[in-house]
């Protein structure tokens, strides 16, 4: 897959603000997953996209895959205390080989 | 059901010593994926395995190696080992070997070398 840059690398919150974290590319992309990983813990696949201009909603999460397929987003609306942990957007290629970008931590003071 | 099961849990190697990591999928999977996550970075690729078959590679020197078995398990092998292989290796396994699959991964082996 080709390489994802992420932002931010860190982000605190109050619990109950809500929080965005952004993908970006510098090629087209085929495909988008997001993973989170909690503290001490493995990767747990969250969504995939893959059409342009793509939406999906998990519950307070919004995924978004830009029109060009060269950006994605994540947004939690209303944080929880169970948000914690640090996301990942992953690419994927021809090549069977998943990219991951460096992830956003993510902490939620209650 | 079971998870992705990794083997063993942590591990403490020497400089210069092999080591054999194991990673049995989820039953039905047949594509077992292997990572390398270093401390406060991403998982990275390092090869891919459907139907005993590599399907794809990362950037990793020859002295790491795989191999998937028939029943789908698969054994990752570091030779040679150096300071800097120390790290989380996590096992992933999906579906098949499509690049959209979602990967369902495993608690990882720990490996520290001394």
């Known amino acids: 897959g080709q390489q994802v840059m992420q932002i931010p690398q860190y982000q605190h919150v109050q619990e109950g603000e809500d929080f965005t974290t952004y993908c970006n590319s510098s090629?087209?992309?085929?495909?988008i997953q997001w993973y989170k990983q909690r503290p001490g813990g493995h990767p747990v696949f969250l969504i995939q996209?893959?059409?342009?201009?793509e939406v999906k909603k998990q519950k307070r999460l919004t995924f978004q895959f830009g029109e060009a397929k060269k950006n994605s987003s994540l947004h939690i609306t209303a944080t929880q205390t169970t948000d914690v942990g640090t996301y990942f957007c992953?690419?994927?290629?021809?090549?069977?080989?998943?990219?991951f970008g460096k992830g956003t931590l993510l902490t939620v003071n209650p | 059901d079971a998870g992705v099961t990794q083997s063993p849990t942590h591990l403490i190697k020497t400089r210069g010593q092999q080591v054999t990591l194991r990673c049995s999928p989820i039953?039905?999977?047949?594509?077992v994926s292997w990572y390398q996550q270093v401390l406060g970075q991403g998982p990275q690729f390092i090869f891919q395995?459907?139907?005993?078959?590599?399907?794809g590679r990362g950037n990793f020197p020859d002295r790491f190696s795989a191999r998937q078995f028939p029943n789908y398990s698969s054994e990752l092998n570091v030779n040679a080992l150096l300071l800097g292989d120390s790290a989380l290796y996590l096992c992933?396994?999906?579906?098949?070997?499509?690049?959209?699959?979602?990967?369902?991964f495993g608690d990882g082996t720990r490996l520290s070398i001394l």
């Open positions: 992933a396994s999906s579906l098949t070997g499509g690049e959209v699959q979602p990967q369902h």
């Open positions: 090629t087209t992309l085929s495909n």
């Open positions: 996209l893959v059409k342009s201009g």
């Open positions: 992953v690419s994927g290629g021809s090549n069977y080989k998943l990219t």
């Open positions: 039953s039905g999977h047949k594509s």
């Open positions: 395995y459907y139907e005993k078959e590599e399907r």
